[in-house]
């Protein structure tokens, strides 16, 4: 019975040592303030809401946050984690997502105006339906994502892959494979 509860102890000890990368309320304030938050970890936080213009959130790990209804102008979130967020609803304006991580996501509902998202992977989102309006997908990864719903006229699409031939209509530029 005692080594049980050393073990126990022992183990509780060790986890509480463990440096935590969970967001904390005063990262918001200090990201808001600095206007950067490079390499950082918000992963399953909630900013639902949250007005991030302006962010430099290049490489930080959003990993299942919730973004519902965010506003996001002119944000860097390249190379950034976005899998399993929830962005639905959100508003995104002049957003750089190049090489973003965008799998599991909840993108239905939001509005993309003239965001890159090149070589991005938005497999298995959720993506219907969607506003795009001058966006570049160049490159992009779209494996089991349902886009019956998504207008690509004005959409550059060169490169992309997963997309079956419906989307690639008239309009879009390049060619998708």
Do not use: H, Y
Not at 111 to 125: Q, T
């Amino acid at each position: 019975m005692n080594r049980i509860k050393l073990s126990s102890l022992a183990l509780g000890l060790i986890l509480l040592t463990q440096p935590t990368f969970a967001f904390q309320k005063g990262d918001l304030a200090k990201l808001k303030k600095t206007k950067t938050c490079v390499s950082s970890t918000f992963s399953s936080c909630d900013l639902s809401g949250a007005n991030l213009n302006g962010l430099n959130l290049s490489k930080a790990n959003l990993e299942g946050a919730n973004l519902q209804g965010a506003k996001l102008t002119s944000v860097n979130l390249s190379k950034a984690n976005l899998s399993e967020a929830n962005l639905k609803g959100a508003k995104l304006v002049k957003v750089n997502l190049n090489q973003a991580q965008l799998k599991d996501a909840i993108l239905e509902g939001t509005s993309w105006i003239n965001v890159s998202c090149d070589k991005c992977n938005l497999s298995d989102s959720k993506f219907s339906p969607l506003v795009l309006k001058g966006v570049s997908l160049k490159g992009a990864i779209f494996k089991d994502v349902d886009l019956s719903k998504v207008d690509f006229k004005m959409t550059n699409l060169t490169g992309a892959t997963g997309i079956k031939e419906g989307p690639c209509v008239p309009g879009s530029f390049g060619a998708c494979k």
